[in-house]
């Protein structure tokens, strides 16, 4: 079955960069996304990538794919205190359920 | 548009009390899904539905109940609640026509059972 893992808890300092890892165990997924959530509210999509691609790039934001390794990455450069948020890593293979990671609070040190 | 909404925002309930957590969408997607996050345990999958009439279950459905006799509406029923199912329960929706399948969720409703 489908398992994604992440580690629970990163602290960087304000300006520093953020590197959230995750892996995850099903070779078929098709899509990986990172969803950020801040405090007391829902999950929100932050960025996505299609599983035939190593890397996407979007403003401060780099997600970094090794299908090999099944290992996914997300580096947030020039981290804000604004960032300090939980971040959840999921795969899905298309159309069909979502699963999630454990999620990764990240706190930014002013 | 209004999103994914749910209600209530918050419940107390005591052991054995039965309740139905509410989630509609005004966005036709036809994949609804239902979670619980619980603190170290990221968000687990309760139950979903691929389109009106179709439900099933996900990774911790014991406990619940769901139905979709709409394309809108996804009501998660809590058959005889218990402390273990004190959580934070998300409702979300997501569409297949687009290329990514982005999820869309509801602001969460905060259930204590006692």
């Known amino acids: 079955g489908e398992d994604v893992e992440q580690s629970l808890f990163l602290s960087v300092r304000e300006g520093d960069s953020s590197v959230i890892n995750c892996t995850y165990t099903?070779?078929?997924?098709?899509?990986l996304y990172w969803y950020k959530q801040e405090p007391g509210a829902g999950l929100q999509l932050l960025t996505y990538i299609f599983s035939n691609m190593d890397m996407k790039q979007d403003q401060r934001l780099t997600v970094l794919l090794n299908k090999k390794d099944k290992h996914l990455s997300l580096r947030i450069a020039d981290t804000q205190t604004g960032d300090s948020a939980i971040y959840f890593c999921?795969?899905?293979?298309?159309?069909?359920?979502?699963?999630f990671g454990t999620g990764t609070k990240l706190q930014v040190i002013p | 548009n209004a999103g994914v909404t749910q209600t209530p925002k918050f419940q107390v309930l005591k052991t054995g009390q039965s309740m139905t957590l509410q989630c509609a969408q005004d966005?036709?997607?036809?994949?609804m899904s239902w979670y619980r996050q619980d603190p170290g345990m990221g968000l687990r999958l309760i139950h979903y539905s691929v389109g009106a009439g179709i439900t099933d279950q996900g990774e911790v459905p014991n406990g619940y109940n769901v139905s979709r006799s709409t394309t809108e509406d996804f009501p998660l029923r809590l058959l005889s609640a218990a402390p273990s199912q004190t959580s934070v329960y998300f409702c979300a929706s997501k569409g297949t026509g687009d290329s990514y399948n982005e999820q869309f969720f509801g602001p969460g409703t905060r259930l204590t059972v006692l």
């Open positions: 999921a795969e899905s293979v298309v159309y069909q359920k979502v699963t």
């Open positions: 966005m036709n997607h036809e994949y």
């Open positions: 099903d070779s078929s997924s098709t899509y």
